[in-house]
């Protein structure tokens, strides 16, 4: 199985292959407003334990986002327990995206 997280640089690899992996945000609707990644598909914490087998390929590679890395990594686990064996939370959320990858996402 994958590790939990993976890194920024990673996934910015992984972000310019033609079978790039779904990048799941977890954050609220007014955070994913503020600063977002091309892309992304917004699916707030709360709302995924009722939307994910319903939206979501359990066995496609999926990259799960958030501020800081906390509530995408709990949502990871979550996932993991569902049987999405393909999951990963990106270490760092979208602030490191912007501190390490690129600075034109906004930091709020």
């Known amino acids: 199985m994958l590790e ?3 890194s920024l640089q990673d996934f910015a690899l ?7 992996p779904l990048l799941l945000d977890v954050r609220e609707p007014w955070e994913f ?3 977002s990644l091309p892309d992304s598909v917004l699916m707030p ?4 334990p009722s939307r994910a087998h319903a939206e ?14 906390m509530r995408s990594l709990s949502v990871t686990m979550w996932l993991r327990n569902q049987g999405f064996e393909h999951v990963q ?5 979208i602030d490191g995206w912007s501190r390490t990858i690129d600075s034109t996402v ?3």
Request: proline share 13%; net charge negative; with cysteine.
């Open 45 to 48: 914490m709360g709302d995924v």
């Open 89 to 93: 939370s990106l270490a760092g959320g």
């Open 14 to 20: 992984q972000r310019q292959q033609p079978n790039a």
């Open 4 to 6: 939990p997280e993976i």
């Open 33 to 35: 407003q503020a600063a």
């Open 56 to 69: 979501l390929d359990p066995d496609a590679p999926i990259v799960v986002l958030c501020h800081h890395g």
């Open 106 to 108: 906004p930091r709020y």
